[in-house]
């Protein structure tokens, strides 16, 4: 279960020692990646000011709004910070409904015509109908929801991808997205809207039954409202996330955390910066270690790049020598925290075919570029993977190492699949990119776009050989996608298309490779706002994070429910979970946004009781 309250403290204790390992020779400000002035020094972490926003206030559309106003919301929606809350009629009450061992969501917002100095909330804990069990506060994940500098889509509307070194030539604004669990309080001009997060993870051992809290948010002056909270928790148990069948593989960055944390790399001061992000993703069910094994596999598409967590060394006599001294620093810590399903290992075929190592002879770092098909390729990486494959057997970790690529074509493939067997038949392999059919025996872990189809005899047949399945979405897709100005609904969405296409789960090749000031402007000179990470210094959660979690639930429950239906041979049952399964369409999200397709199969998921096939 998600100690909140200890995590609270670890973070504020690890932010705090970033902080003063920052010192004074940092007191400059911070500069974003359009060059813009943070106004602070640069990469807060405990506490932090937005920056200005560049949409100016209408106070027209405020004449109406009279005092301060305060109000559940939906999930749903990223409240602008300039414009009242949409909300014609006041929620003062919401009821949610969760299994035992699933994490439900509400968002409050609050506004007014005056400011609000030193905003603040608090949330009791929530007692039981019965008044014997309550959900204490260590269930309950609470913050604000705070604003970064987001742009859009690429103006033909068709996806995120491409060059953005101009951030005038896209639309700007501040966006609602990072969960702020660190601030205590807030300071509001009149004339803005704030919200606030609630996450209750219900405990797997709650008694079944209605529970009720009260939200309470005050300001300098004194009390500003109340909300009440119910939730009814069902007598059905979702698994603990280790224990999910849902394979999320989102590529880590330790190096972004080191250079935002300003501490030495593979450090123990940068093993405990890293911990509260990496237990965020086993916390969703993160099952995947990413490694990169050599210099830049990416070619440094993003702001930190990777370098290598293996030494490459050769010798004065020519021959090569390999050090796995990061690489295991790395893979321990990680299964240590509870990742243990599968290391991926980048990349034998990266984006700039040229790989770096240290020459003894001359003493010095140098680069060879070749390409699969060469002597020189097949002699370094043959040597490579033999080397590899004996460290990994003394590890224990051969059987769930893959050596890894994304996007490479079908012929460079078959030409590096042949040196990988021919250095060890049994490496397992995996690929991220295009849909090549000839290729998917050789494929222990496959991953093609959302957009792109698999034949159904092909996932029988991975399904029947024990591989692992799955789709990705990129900047290429313009939704549903994970976009700082996405629909939040939308990374909801992944779990539910996985569910409905049979699929064993979903990818996103950055969890945390930040711009430079992540909290503040996620844009990027690449990609569109928010393509490169999910989560925020500081340990901090998202608006996506939290719908992909959601997503992955639903994914989950459905499993469930399936094989119950299967073993019970309620056919019925097993129908309805189809058709409600067939409204998951990317395509008609152009008329039918995700949040209304979600919100319908999720009421009708949620009548499925513990004995629905009765």
Sequence with gaps: MYMFRYRKLVCASLLLLGI?????????????????????????????????????????????????????????????????????????????????????LAQW??????????????????????????????????GFVRYVMTDELNKDGKGGCGSRPDATAFDSTLVADPIDHLARELSLDRHTTQAGWVRVWVPQDARPGTYQGILTVCDASGEVGTLSLKLRVKDRILPSPTEWAFHLDLWQNPFAIARYHQVKPWSDEHLACMRPYMELYRDAGGKVITTSIM?????????????????????????WSFDYTVFDRWVEFMMGLGIT??????????????????????????????????????????ALLRSFADHLIEKGWFGITHISMDERPAEVMQKTLEIIRNAHPDFKVSLAGALHEDLSDDLDDY???????????MKESRKAKGQTTTFYTSCEEPYPNTFTFSPPAESAWFGWSAAKEGLDGYLRWAYNSWVIEPLLDSRFYTWAAGDTYLVYPGARTSLRFEHLISGIQAYEK??????????????????????????FDETTMEHTPASETINRANRILNQYGPMSHR
Aim: aromatic residues 10%; glycine residues 6%.
């Design 558 to 583: 459905i499993r469930i429910l399936r094989e119950e239906y299967i073993r019970t041979k309620n056919y019925r049952s097993l129908k309805k979970l189809d058709k409600l399964l067939s409204t």
């Design 295 to 319: 210099h830049k596999p990416w070619n440094g598409q993003t702001y930190d790049y990777f370098e290598t967590m293996v030494t490459w060394i050769k010798k004065a006599d020519g021959s």
């Design 20 to 104: 003063a390992q920052m010192g004074e020779a940092q007191s400059e400000l911070g500069l974003t990646h359009s060059g813009q002035s943070t106004g602070q020094p640069p990469f807060p972490l405990l506490t932090y000011y937005e920056l200005p926003n560049p949409t100016p206030t209408d106070t027209n559309e405020w004449r109406s709004v009279k005092g301060v106003k305060l109000s559940w919301g939906s999930t749903d929606i990223r409240y602008s910070k300039e414009k009242p809350a949409p909300i014609d009629r006041l929620q003062k009450q919401i009821a949610l409904t969760a299994w035992r061992g699933e994490r439900v």
């Design 109 to 142: 917002v609050v506004w007014g015509d005056r400011p609000l100095s030193s905003l603040a909330y608090t949330v009791s804990d929530l007692v039981h109908s019965a008044q014997k069990d309550t959900i204490k506060e260590d269930a309950l994940l609470t």
């Design 341 to 382: 399903k599968e290391i991926n290992c980048y990349s034998m075929v990266p984006w700039r075919l040229s790989f770096q190592y240290f020459d003894q002879a001359t003493n010095s770092l140098q680069e060879i570029r070749t390409e699969p098909g060469e002597a020189a390729y097949e002699e370094m990486w043959g």
């Design 447 to 457: 991953c093609i776009p959302l957009r792109i189809k698999y034949p159904e005899e």
